[in-house]
């Protein structure tokens, strides 16, 4: 006799089926806001019901998306940060996202961010996961000597900024400057900005 499955287990199983289609069918992107569930469902040929079952609304197709495509992410990431420094992984982190390809996935982030932050009951799965970056860092920090407290600020502080300027290249694309990411860097060290010395 098979193993019989609970209501949960199936659920979460046909739930993970449906979100490792998703994933195939969009790649890096994710569905545009403007795109329906009836047309993301045919699009990996299956029924909007069921996608509305296991996803609810857009957003929950794109929370979902969204967390499983950055923990895809964070396994590279994860190898550039046991491999380098604070500030090669902070690059590493700045130049995943700002490729191209990733333009899409950034928009649905902010998106889904701005969905959050009025219903954060709704999206608390996904808010949770946005911390994994900054725990990385921080810990990359405490490697090169700072103490716990001072490690997880410098370590908030910095995704912050990234995702400030990353937000900024959302808005104004083309913009983006890997200066910024870089006085940043210098900025947590104290050192200071260069001015340029008056003509005389």
Known sequence: MGVILSTSERKGSARERLLARLLDAFGEALPPPEMSLREIAARIDTSH???????????????????????????????????????????????????????????????????????????REFTESIGDLTVMLSSLAEREGLDTKEARDLATVTIAAIRGLLLQEVLTPGTRSEDAVTLILRMREGQSVPRSRPER
């Open 49 to 123: 019901a069921l996608l509305r079952y296991h996803f609810g609304a857009l957003s929950g197709v794109l929370a979902a998306m969204l967390k499983a495509q950055r923990s895809r992410d964070n396994e590279a990431l994860l190898e550039a940060a046991q491999q380098g420094t604070f500030d090669d992984f902070v690059m590493a982190i700045w130049r995943t996202y700002t490729r191209p390809e990733q333009l899409s996935r950034a928009c649905g982030f902010f998106y889904v961010v701005g969905l959050a932050a009025y219903d954060p009951e709704d999206f």
